[in-house]
């Protein structure tokens, strides 16, 4: 049976399985569908097993939202214990520590398993340049895996873990997703760090997610989304809140006659079947021009940014270039004979498409595009490697380039047998939104999850939240409900929304203030407590003037809930600490009051 993240969590907390059981049960199921091609390393099973068992008798199951899932990691991803190899075993090393995202899923509960094959140092739609050999489509085995990040999307289809890692630079993390029936998650720009991660092309590089429904896909982005100061290319971008379909939701396609499907008849129904799901549940399409994102694309391989992945295997290419995947190496080796003169007049017309793409985006609320114009078979492709991967890309490579977040969404099996999947596309930063939509509509189709055939759970309900026009704000101190300076916020018409907990990123500070007040201050990601906290809403006008009411040190941040959502509310300077009390043992400031009125 293949179990969704948010299912095996659940039964996690409620003591129906351990998670000791659930990493062992995903070590069994590797050994059983014995495809030695997904995974390039393995942890020790009694190792991993260790971790888990080590996870139980600590934390409490509450404050971990991946607590005991199994997680797969590409293997351009550093996971410490295990080596880092890109599909090059003359490239492979050992690295020092965990990859930035790895620690923050480690953080979260989850246990890593192994490393998993990849199209060679990332480069690749497709999935079968890698000495490792080729992972066999779960789905229907002719059909190719789907590259860069083939292992990951595989090991998540044929339910040997729930969740794994990839990356994504021109579509790695959204064509395996198609092929293989799962959800591939490409979030913006500098939303999860890339510390740790091996360059393809290092500014238009992504961590990604695979996962067989979209809520477990945001579960992890959560997780992982934070600014990280061992990446430059980091970005604070929260990720907001998942909400219902959005009202009067205007989804973008493009003009009659700019689709391309190369000839491919049967995904151009698929495609035009999924648009009529879209508009059944209450889209309006609205068509726009496609060819600047056709020229965006073709920019990506014909234009200077095969210099950065030249750049990322130069020394390798220098020393051993028989070491190298031969069509590899013929795609990176151009890199080095590109001018400085070319990358600024490729540079210059990017900037004039972006400008271009933005006034098109502006028009609507996100773009619905297939995920590749067509499928193909793993033996077509190694007959035709450059071509053929070339054609894969053709609604993907733009995507990066343009800094635009990308959600991929099963939609329907073809009557080969081959899966169709559309890819939502929005600008940078509208995460949540896609999340949002994706989710509605993947469950719509009722497709089974992977190639399983495991029904999909119902939806799980949304979190209560404000109104639509209502701004949420997360207090942990005297504002909150029964305390002293609850009536000011009720005074600007606040309602009470929920009651949750912080993430365990958090410490909590008894300041030197009169009346006496709490201050909250992040921490690193996992190396803080879990803090109560209440969740109120409040009109637009309300906000603002209860929020410049607060007196400094106190200001408002994005605090990140338990669950993985995040929320605005009070946060505290580290500055202002001299002297104040750490009372983070209490797990929130009701329980700390309480104690001192006890006194």
Known sequence: MTETVAAIVAAHRAGH????????????RIRAHDDPAIFISLRDEKEAIAEAERLMAGKDAAELPLYGVPVA?????????????????????????????????????????????????????????SPYGIPKNPVRGDLLPGGSSSGSAVAVAAGLVPLALGTDTAGSGRVPALLNNVVGLKPSLGMISTAGVIPACRTLDCVSIFSLTVDDAVTALAVMAAPDAADPFSRDRPLGDITTMPANLRLGVPHEGQLIFFGDKAQEAAYREALKRFTALGAELVEFDM???????????EGPWVAERYVAIRNLLASSPDAIHPVTRDIVAPGARLTAAETFSALYRLQALRKIAERILADFDAMVLP????????????????????????????VNLLDLCALAVPASFRADGAPFGMTLLAPGGHDALLASIGRIFHADTKL????????????????????????????????MSGMGLNGELKAFGARLVETAVTAPDYKLYALETVP?????????????TAIELEIWSLSAAGFGKFVAAIPPPLSIGTVRL??????????????????????????????????????
Request: aromatic share 8%.
């Open 448 to 479: 089974p999850l992977g190639a399983k055939s495991v029904a999909q759970p119902p939806l799980a309900p949304l979190p209560a939240s404000a109104a639509h026009d209502d701004l949420a704000i997360a207090v942990v101190g005297a504002h």
């Open 17 to 28: 399985l351990t998670p000791a059981q659930t990493v062992a049960r995903s070590f069994a």
């Open 73 to 129: 990691v590409k293997d351009n991803i550093d996971v410490l214990g295990l080596p880092t190899t890109a599909a090059c075993p003359a490239f492979s090393y050992s690295p020092t520590r965990d990859a930035t995202a790895v620690a923050r899923l480690r953080a979260a509960g989850a246990i890593i398993i192994g490393k998993t094959n990849l199209d060679q140092f990332a480069t690749g739609l497709v999935g079968v340049r």
């Open 516 to 528: 006496p007040r709490p201050g909250m201050l992040r921490v690193e990601a996992g190396a803080g």
């Open 371 to 398: 995920t590749t114009p067509t499928v193909y078979s793993t033996a077509q492709v190694l007959a035709d490697p450059v071509l053929l991967n070339s054609r894969l890309g053709t609604y993907t490579n733009f």
């Open 291 to 301: 060819e600047p994102f056709y020229e965006t694309a073709r920019l990506l391989y």
């Open 562 to 599: 338990a669950d993985g959502r995040n929320v605005k509310g009070f946060l505290v300077e580290s500055a202002a600490l001299d002297g104040a009390r750490d009372i983070s043992v209490f797990g929130g400031w009701r329980a700390y009051m309480a104690e001192a009125a006890a006194v």
